[in-house]
């Protein structure tokens, strides 16, 4: 005998957009002020694809983005929504956005030998 099979009912799951919330904008927005304030960063943009948001920094304008903090939909990655990254590595990740930042609080200082 033939089955009747429902197409939607094998297909995937559509995850739901993603945003910042205002909270959240406020936190970026400050670390990164602090750094446009030292003239370390220059720019910023803000991203959004199906199941992520970005919130990506630039020293200079055209260029590649230094850091990209990445928030992803809830529940999808094990180790946490949020992740910081540069250059296609993950520098940290977290369940919330102010563990992630904590990676701009430290500051690099150069050693002589």
Not at 54 to 62: A, E, P
Not at 65 to 72: A, E, G, M, N
Not at 77 to 80: A, P
């Given at each position: 005998m033939?089955?009747?099979?429902?197409?939607?009912d094998f297909k995937r799951k559509e995850i739901s957009a993603?945003?910042?919330?205002k909270k959240e904008l406020n936190q970026l927005l400050s670390h990164y002020s602090q750094r446009v304030?030292?003239?370390e960063w220059k720019d910023y943009?803000?991203?959004q694809e199906q199941g992520m948001s970005?919130?990506?920094?630039?020293?200079?304008?055209?260029n590649r983005?230094?850091?990209?903090?990445?928030?992803?939909a809830k529940g999808t990655?094990?180790?946490?929504d949020y992740v910081v990254g540069t250059g296609g590595n993950v520098i940290k990740r977290g369940k919330k956005l102010t563990d992630v930042l904590?990676?701009?609080?430290?500051?690099?200082r150069i050693v002589s030998r």
């Open positions: 033939h089955q009747i099979v429902r197409i939607n993603v945003y910042f919330t304030i030292s003239g943009a803000i991203d970005s919130f990506s920094i630039y020293r200079d304008t055209g983005p230094v850091f990209t903090v990445f928030k992803y990655h094990r180790q946490g904590s990676v701009f609080d430290r500051r690099l």
